[in-house]
């Protein structure tokens, strides 16, 4: 069957208008499609670090026996607070009691010969010499006596200062030996902090040491509470561990209530203002080989690819290093779907309404 010349007409007419019609529907869509562009905002941030750390006390001993014998009394419990001078042990004393009263009679016989030759010596009787070497004996005999003394009070281990006994390691009557260790004493006044600090953290803190006192330091426990009490950098150790990188910070917290122990761990963060930041929100960037860039908006609303430094990262913002400052227009929304040099039609958006509004991070 032939084809009219009418329909083969209509057929080619039709076959050059599809193509035309399509176009035109994309062209649309794309117009269809807002960008959104914002400006670079200065504001003051706050930047917050955060450190696994140890709790220790201020103050952690072994108590631990001074002389050698059987456990004649322990009053005191475990977990007991005491107070500086308080007896903890009492070592069995009877041989010591016995080794000061000899000691003491010693003492008191060089003292009768030394007196006796001392008159001696006054009614010039003996020498000169005869009294030096008694008066050599009566002090040598004082000093054993002292060191028997100490001795005797070495059976009677008393707290050195106010804090909490640990666990007994022995019981009423044990034997112990010199230098055993009986328990530990913590005092929890103050407690010391540790953290591992990265070295260019450490010399962010160096340049800003005449700022310390700006410093907010907390701690959190490990059921994701926040201590109460505010902390302070108390002080840092003389070396960089060479395996990792890191120096240790001490932080200082007060803990009146007791409520943590030497042993705990736990998180710090330490949170600091910076002044006048330059920032910009996270999905207005894009990375490239490690490198971050964004879409600024010239005059003639073309769009051009700038390489940028981050100084800083918050949840949903970059700290602007270098490359942008408050004139310049970036692109917000829609940086996947132009090319630099295009130019664009966009919707401009204040920084204080975007920044409100930040919930997504960088594409």
Not at 21 to 47: D, F, G, M, Y
Not at 305 to 324: A, H, M, Y
């Amino acid at each position: 069957m032939t084809a009219s010349p009418r329909l083969i007409c209509l057929l080619t007419l039709l076959a050059t208008m599809l193509p035309a019609c399509n176009h035109h529907t994309e062209e649309h869509h794309v117009e269809e499609h807002k960008i959104v562009a914002t400006s670079p905002q200065r504001r003051n941030v706050t930047l917050t670090q955060q450190y696994v750390c140890q709790i220790h006390s201020q103050r952690h001993i072994e108590v631990r026996a001074l002389e050698r014998g059987y456990l004649e009394a322990i009053p005191i419990k475990e977990g007991q607070s005491v107070k500086a001078g308080d007896s903890l042990f009492t070592i069995w004393p009877v041989l010591y009691q016995a080794k000061l009263d000899a000691e003491n009679a010693e003492a008191q016989l060089a003292q009768l010969e030394y007196n006796y030759t001392k008159k001696l010596f006054d009614d010039k009787v003996v020498s000169q010499n005869e009294v030096a070497l008694l008066e050599a004996k009566l002090k040598k005999a004082q000093a054993k006596a002292k060191e028997a003394a100490a001795e005797l009070n070495f059976t009677n281990i008393r707290a050195p200062y106010d804090g909490i006994v640990d666990r007994l390691r022995h019981q009423h009557g044990s034997l112990i030996e010199e230098g055993e260790i009986l328990t530990t004493l913590s005092d929890n006044s103050v407690m010391w902090v540790y953290f591992n600090v990265p070295e260019a953290r450490y010399l962010e803190y160096k340049e800003n040491q005449e700022h310390q006192h700006d410093l907010q330091i907390e701690l959190v426990l490990a059921n994701g509470q926040k201590f109460s009490q505010p902390g302070k950098i108390g002080a840092i150790e003389a070396d960089f561990n060479n395996e990792t990188g890191n120096i240790s910070f001490r932080a200082d917290f007060p803990n009146p209530n007791g409520l943590l122990r030497h042993g705990q761990t736990g998180n710090i963060l330490i949170h600091r203002v910076v002044e006048d930041a330059l920032v910009i929100p996270q999905r207005a960037t894009f990375e490239t080989l490690d490198k971050q860039y964004v879409y600024v908006v010239d005059q003639d609303n073309h769009v051009h690819q700038r390489e940028i430094t981050v100084s800083n990262e918050l949840e949903d913002l970059f700290i602007v290093g270098s490359g942008l400052d408050v004139n310049d227009k970036i692109v917000l929304e829609g940086a996947r779907q132009i090319r630099d040099g295009d130019k664009i039609a966009y919707e401009e958006r204040h920084p204080d309404e975007v920044v409100a509004q930040l919930k997504f991070h960088a594409e």
